[in-house]
């Protein structure tokens, strides 16, 4: 580790500036919100994995009782051919306005046709069920390797693959395919003494946020529309609303309540639009809200994969080439999180040969969404699985195989960066510290895995203000909103700059008016980047307030200088003065005193993670135990560091979930079967242990106090972890998730 | 729908009200009466994030319906708190940092303390067990256990 800062705020733990309101239920989420003559919305889904839509007839819907407008995709602006830019490259407005409500064809089943507000949910839950839809229902394609047959049912007529350049001259569910290379992969096999070559697939999984998708919207009859929810991003709504609806942002204001968890599902969106289109057709505003069901066959999940794995070293353990295939499902609609896969897959290891391919193929599946860590964890299976097996081969303690290949500064990745400081080595180390390495492990059909992970993490546009109080408090105005203990993070990072404590920083997140620019609270980048905006707009308050010194003092501003929450003058008049007492002075020097910033940083430093798990398999049920369960993850700085634990924590579960229960099942004309939290699986607090979350810290060089995003890479290394624990208990090479017990009684030859 | 007579007593409040038969007693607290913090996540009885407590015992209040809960006392987590001091249980909450997004908080909070008030006296494992209905998505349930314990302890302690 670097030097050693010492601070004040940062890595104290103190509470959350949002506590109490989310221990008594004050909070106000999505569904809480109120408004005078509120309508409810509820959305009517396809019951048909595939269909084409012959005819809708809303008229019975809309003679109904209470009913007080009906939408279709009718109802949406003329989307054909044109495109929309998001900020992440363009975007064909077809798609994304087909996945709000379709037009010509109902692409998975749970497919918004249309929508309904009534006077109550009830009536408009019946009123769904009055409007007369005609399918010509069209054979279903669920799986990427069946999508791509020549063979296969089309989702899209128009679309053609575009492969390294090139487009394709006839349809196809490939919508893109991409390649990076590095050094030259033959030689890399043929300097290789082992080559370990496997396929890997893994199970469609939802995000799993408790709260349900929401939206309330208003069109005022002065043509603004505001729309309050539940969102990862106001600003990313409001941009979405406006090329969905063809409205001009200025006209829209995107409110932001508080919000059930998000992991990256709550970025796209769903009912917002329809919320919209309700409003403006009945001039009330209305709420809608989604079910569980609607949750699991509406929103997106996160891609099955098929993946194959071929990587070769030497016989002292060094790895000399590998090579992937990355084959993800986007689901409806192109877009599959394969292109970040394939920037983490091989990005733990210094490899001089290289070669990945990406593929993004459609499926009769909801249009797949980020979740934590998108793409990284599908790869990181196959990856971390295959190293195992070499480490295996070789006879090489998997923590040693790692420790020797591992990245490390200087080291390019395949898809192009060079890495500055980063820490993988580090959390390999804590790992082999840990009392955990150390402690027996050798019952029959108990096992231990390990496994590392990545994630880039990203920087992205932020913007905070800083409001200065008269009795040393500050109000901090922030546009990210806070999943998890947001508020405090940043919140200590300007209170660490101004010399207060935290609680003297008043956090409020606030809309789309209210604030500059803000991206989504997602990639890890919050604490990072909107942190990195706190201390810099309180790098502003604190240059303006020296100036206010330098005016009592009758100095000049170069002659004040800010030091432990005390501004004093140098050179000459012995003058002091602490912030709380100058903010006291602020109107008889000059006027209230606010400070901004707005950044877009681009130095968001990796994450790396390794973890450490023990199991025990039942040899008679396939049911795997989790008995321990250790995770070292590089934070650059832990700002907070329950909160650091926390996530690493709840990461490392949702990893747990996808590696032995989550699934979505289909049976075979492509409707979901479980689709409900009972079916659905995810894990309780009774199928686990205490996680062990162990923090290292090598400083980020690309922020002021060192900070990296936590929140993602814990959700990466779990699968493989437990597959190398389950083959080191019983013997068995798992390569496909869930490996829940049936998949494992069936490789253990038991059924 | 015609509408029955229910009488609840909610946070020690009479509430004498006409209700749809049905709706369940989680829409009669959110959209009847007013208390949002209850929350729903799947309206089915698998997430435990409606957890209310009704006569002593932690319930999904999406599988009552909100007729059938006529003439018993309710407690949400909006009547936790009492003169102005936070519960123990909501205190743990916030101390261990045992929530994130905070969503199924206020149903673990009331499951725990129907939980702790019938019997502190639990261990980890028997905790797990009897919160095994509710889940959050967020915390990987490390910090709400530290949460529960701390609470349980806190409270045998001053019993
Ligand atoms: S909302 Fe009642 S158990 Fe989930
Ligand atoms: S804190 Fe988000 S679901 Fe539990």
Same mark, same amino acid.
């Given at each position: 580790?670097?030097?050693?800062?010492?601070?004040?705020?940062?890595?104290?733990?103190?509470?959350?500036?949002?506590?109490?309101?989310?221990?008594?239920?004050?909070?106000?989420?999505?569904?809480?919100?109120?408004?005078?003559?509120?309508?409810?919305?509820?959305?009517?889904?396809?019951?048909?994995?595939?269909?084409?839509?012959?005819?809708?007839?809303?008229?019975?819907?809309?003679?109904?009782?209470?009913?007080?407008?009906?939408?279709?995709?009718?109802?949406?602006?003329?989307?054909?051919?044109?495109?929309?830019?998001?900020?992440?490259? $363009?975007?064909?407005?077809?798609?994304?306005?087909?996945?709000?409500?379709?037009?010509?064809?109902?692409?998975?089943?749970?497919?918004?046709?249309?929508?309904?507000?009534?006077?109550?949910?009830?009536?408009?839950?019946?009123?769904?069920?009055?409007?007369?839809?005609?399918?010509?229902?069209?054979?279903?394609?669920?799986?990427?390797?069946?999508?791509?047959?020549?063979?296969?049912?089309?989702?899209?007529?128009?679309?053609?693959?575009?492969?390294?350049?090139?487009?394709?001259?006839?349809?196809?569910?490939?919508?893109?395919?991409?390649?990076?290379?590095?050094?030259?992969?033959?030689?890399?096999?043929?300097?290789?003494?082992?080559?370990?070559?496997?396929?890997?697939?893994?199970?469609?999984?939802?995000?799993?946020?408790?709260?349900?998708?929401?939206?309330?919207?208003?069109?005022?009859?002065?043509?603004?529309?505001?729309?309050?929810?539940?969102?990862?991003?106001?600003?990313?709504?409001?941009?979405?609303?406006?090329?969905?609806?063809?409205?001009?942002?200025?006209?829209?204001?995107?409110? =932001?309540?508080?919000?059930?968890?998000?992991?990256?599902?709550?970025?796209?969106?769903?009912?917002?639009?329809?919320?919209?289109?309700?409003?403006?057709?009945?001039?009330?505003?209305?709420?809608?809200?989604?079910?569980?069901?609607?949750?699991?066959?509406?929103?997106?999940?996160?891609?099955?994969?098929?993946?194959?794995?071929?990587?070769?070293?030497?016989?002292?353990?060094?790895?000399?080439?590998?090579?992937?295939?990355?084959?993800?499902?986007?689901?409806?609609?192109?877009?599959?999180?394969?292109?970040?896969?394939?920037?983490?897959?091989?990005?733990?290891?210094?490899?001089?040969?290289?070669?990945?391919?990406?593929?993004?193929?459609?499926?009769?599946?909801?249009?797949?969404?980020?979740?934590?860590?998108?793409?990284?964890?599908?790869?990181?299976?196959?990856?971390?699985?295959?190293?195992?097996?070499?480490?295996?081969?070789?006879?090489?303690?998997?923590?040693?195989?790692?420790?020797?290949?591992?990245?490390?500064?200087?080291?390019?990745?395949?898809?192009?960066?060079?890495?500055?400081?980063?820490?993988?080595?580090?959390?390999?180390?804590?790992?082999?510290?840990?009392?955990?390495?150390?402690?027996?492990?050798?019952?029959?059909?108990?096992?231990?895995?390990?496994?590392?992970?990545?994630?880039?993490?990203?920087?992205?546009?932020?913007?905070?203000?800083?409001?200065?109080? =008269?009795?040393?408090?500050?109000?901090?105005?922030?546009?990210?909103?806070?999943?998890?203990?947001?508020?405090?993070?940043?919140?200590?990072?300007?209170?660490?700059?101004?010399?207060?404590?935290?609680?003297?920083?008043?956090?409020?997140?606030?809309?789309?008016?209210?604030?500059?620019?803000?991206?989504?609270?997602?990639?890890?980048?919050?604490?990072?980047?909107?942190?990195?905006?706190?201390?810099?707009?309180?790098?502003?308050?604190?240059?303006?307030?020296?100036?206010?010194?330098?005016?009592?003092?009758?100095?000049?501003?170069?002659?004040?200088?800010?030091?432990?929450?005390?501004?004093?003058?140098?050179?000459?008049?012995?003058?002091?003065?602490?912030?709380?007492?100058?903010?006291?002075?602020?109107?008889?020097?000059?006027?209230?005193?606010?400070?901004?910033?707005?950044?877009?940083?681009?130095?968001?430093?990796?994450?790396? $993670?390794?973890?450490?798990?023990?199991?025990?398999?039942?040899?008679?049920?396939?049911?795997?135990?989790?008995?321990?369960?250790? $995770?070292?993850?590089?934070?650059?700085?832990?700002?907070?560091?329950?909160?650091?634990?926390?996530?690493?924590?709840?990461?490392?579960?949702?990893?747990?979930?996808?590696?032995?229960?989550?699934?979505?099942?289909?049976?075979?004309?492509?409707?979901?079967?479980?689709?409900?939290?009972?079916?659905?699986?995810?894990?309780?607090?009774?199928?686990?242990?205490?996680?062990?979350?162990?923090?290292?810290?090598? =400083?980020?060089?690309?922020?002021?106090?060192?900070?990296?995003?936590?929140?993602?890479?814990?959700?990466?290394?779990? =699968?493989?972890?437990?597959?190398?624990?389950?083959?080191?208990?019983?013997?068995?090479?798992?390569?496909?998730?869930?490996?829940?017990?049936?998949?494992?009684?069936?490789?253990?030859?038991?059924? | 729908?015609?509408?029955?007579?229910?009488?609840?007593?909610?946070?020690?409040?009479?509430?004498?009200?006409?209700?749809?038969?049905?709706?369940?007693?989680?829409?009669?607290?959110?959209?009847?009466?007013?208390?949002?913090?209850?929350?729903?996540?799947?309206?089915?009885?698998?997430?435990?994030?409606?957890?209310?407590?009704?006569?002593?015992?932690?319930?999904?209040?999406?599988?009552?319906?909100?007729?059938?809960?006529?003439?018993?006392?309710?407690?949400?987590?909006?009547?936790?708190?009492?003169?102005?001091?936070?519960?123990?249980?909501?205190?743990?909450?916030?101390?261990?940092?045992?929530?994130?997004?905070?969503?199924?908080?206020?149903?673990?909070?009331?499951?725990?303390?129907?939980?702790?008030?019938?019997?502190?006296?639990?261990?980890?494992?028997?905790?797990?067990?009897?919160?095994?209905?509710?889940?959050?998505?967020?915390?990987?349930?490390?910090?709400?256990?530290?949460?529960?314990?701390?609470?349980?302890?806190?409270?045998?302690?001053?019993?």
């Amino acid at each position: 580790m670097s030097e050693k800062k010492e601070y004040k705020v940062i890595g104290t733990r103190p509470i959350r500036h949002d506590g109490v309101d989310k221990v008594t239920g004050r909070a106000i989420y999505g569904a809480d919100f109120q408004i005078t003559g509120l309508l409810h919305g509820r959305v009517l889904r396809s019951p048909h994995a595939h269909a084409r839509i012959v005819s809708i007839d809303t008229s019975r819907a809309e003679a109904h009782p209470g009913v007080k407008g009906v939408v279709t995709a009718e109802d949406l602006p003329a989307a054909e051919d044109k495109m929309a830019d998001l900020g992440e490259g $363009a975007v064909s407005l077809k798609y994304l306005c087909d996945n709000i409500l379709a037009s010509d064809k109902a692409l998975y089943k749970g497919h918004a046709i249309a929508a309904v507000a009534a006077t109550s949910p009830h009536i408009a839950e019946e009123a769904c069920e009055l409007i007369d839809v005609e399918y010509e229902v069209l054979p279903p394609v669920l799986e990427v390797r069946q999508a791509m047959e020549s063979d296969a049912p089309i989702l899209h007529e128009n679309l053609r693959t575009s492969s390294l350049g090139e487009t394709g001259d006839k349809p196809s569910n490939i919508a893109s395919h991409f390649q990076h290379k590095k050094g030259d992969i033959d030689k890399g096999f043929d300097e290789a003494d082992v080559i370990i070559e496997r396929e890997f697939v893994t199970g469609t999984v939802h995000q799993g946020y408790i709260e349900p998708h929401n939206a309330t919207a208003l069109y005022n009859p002065d043509g603004q529309l505001t729309v309050w929810c539940s969102t990862q991003g106001a600003f990313t709504v409001r941009e979405q609303l406006a090329e969905i609806l063809q409205y001009p942002i200025s006209k829209i204001k995107v409110v =932001p309540l508080e919000i059930g968890g998000g992991f990256g599902g709550k970025i796209n969106v769903y009912v917002k639009p329809v919320a919209a289109l309700l409003a403006k057709k009945t001039g009330k505003p209305v709420k809608v809200l989604m079910n569980r069901a609607d949750v699991f066959e509406g929103t997106g999940p996160t891609p099955a994969s098929y993946i194959t794995i071929k990587m070769g070293a030497t016989n002292d353990g060094k790895i000399t080439a590998a090579q992937t295939s990355l084959v993800f499902e986007a689901g409806a609609y192109p877009g599959s999180p394969v292109g970040a896969g394939a920037m983490c897959v091989f990005a733990p290891y210094n490899i001089e040969n290289v070669v990945i391919d990406g593929y993004d193929v459609v499926v009769n599946k909801p249009k797949t969404a980020p979740y934590r860590a998108p793409g990284a964890t599908n790869a990181a299976f196959g990856t971390e699985t295959v190293v195992d097996e070499l480490a295996e081969k070789l006879n090489i303690d998997p923590l040693e195989i790692r420790l020797m290949n591992g990245a490390k500064e200087g080291d390019r990745r395949a898809d192009g960066p060079v890495y500055p400081r980063i820490g993988f080595i580090e959390t390999l180390e804590a790992a082999k510290e840990h009392p955990h390495y150390a402690s027996p492990n050798g019952k029959k059909y108990h096992g231990r895995g390990i496994a590392s992970g990545f994630w880039f993490n990203i920087g992205l546009e932020s913007s905070v203000t800083i409001n200065v109080n =008269p009795d040393g408090t500050v109000n901090l105005v922030e546009g990210s909103t806070d999943i998890g203990g947001t508020r405090a993070s940043i919140a200590m990072q300007a209170a660490e700059v101004l010399g207060i404590p935290a609680e003297s920083v008043n956090p409020t997140v606030v809309d789309t008016n209210s604030i500059g620019y803000t991206a989504v609270t997602g990639g890890s980048r919050t604490t990072y980047a909107t942190g990195y905006a706190a201390y810099e707009a309180a790098q502003d308050v604190v240059q303006q307030m020296k100036a206010r010194a330098a005016k009592l003092w009758d100095v000049d501003e170069d002659n004040v200088q800010f030091a432990d929450g005390e501004f004093s003058s140098i050179n000459g008049k012995e003058e002091q003065i602490s912030f709380r007492d100058l903010s006291a002075r602020l109107g008889e020097t000059g006027g209230p005193v606010i400070g901004r910033a707005t950044m877009n940083p681009a130095g968001a430093g990796g994450a790396f $993670a390794t973890h450490v798990v023990d199991v025990e398999v039942d040899v008679d049920t396939g049911k795997v135990e989790i008995l321990r369960y250790t $995770a070292t993850q590089d934070a650059g700085k832990a700002i907070h560091p329950s909160y650091v634990e926390g996530q690493i924590q709840g990461g490392v579960v949702q990893g747990i979930g996808w590696a032995l229960n989550e699934e979505y099942i289909y049976n075979d004309e492509g409707e979901m079967t479980n689709a409900s939290f009972l079916d659905y699986r995810m894990p309780t607090c009774l199928d686990l242990p205490m996680i062990d979350a162990v923090i290292v810290e090598v =400083p980020n060089p690309g922020h002021p106090y060192g900070v990296r995003g936590v929140g993602e890479v814990p959700i990466v290394p779990p =699968p493989a972890a437990i597959a190398n624990a389950i083959y080191d208990a019983v013997g068995i090479r798992m390569t496909e998730l869930p490996m829940s017990p049936d998949r494992l009684l069936k490789a253990m030859g038991k059924i | 729908m015609a509408k029955h007579p229910v009488s609840l007593k909610v946070n020690g409040d009479e509430h004498d009200l006409l209700i749809e038969p049905r709706k369940t007693l989680l829409a009669v607290l959110r959209d009847t009466i007013g208390l949002t913090g209850t929350k729903e996540g799947c309206s089915t009885g698998d997430c435990g994030a409606c957890t209310v407590i009704v006569d002593g015992k932690a319930v999904t209040s999406c599988m009552v319906l909100g007729v059938t809960a006529s003439g018993k006392e309710i407690t949400t987590i909006e009547g936790l708190a009492s003169d102005g001091e936070l519960h123990p249980i909501q205190q743990a909450f916030i101390d261990t940092g045992g929530y994130q997004c905070g969503f199924c908080t206020p149903g673990f909070i009331m499951a725990s303390k129907a939980l702790v008030d019938e019997n502190p006296d639990r261990t980890e494992e028997e905790f797990r067990f009897a919160l095994g209905g509710n889940i959050c998505r967020c915390t990987g349930y490390t910090k709400i256990l530290e949460a529960v314990l701390q609470a349980a302890e806190e409270i045998r302690t001053n019993s």
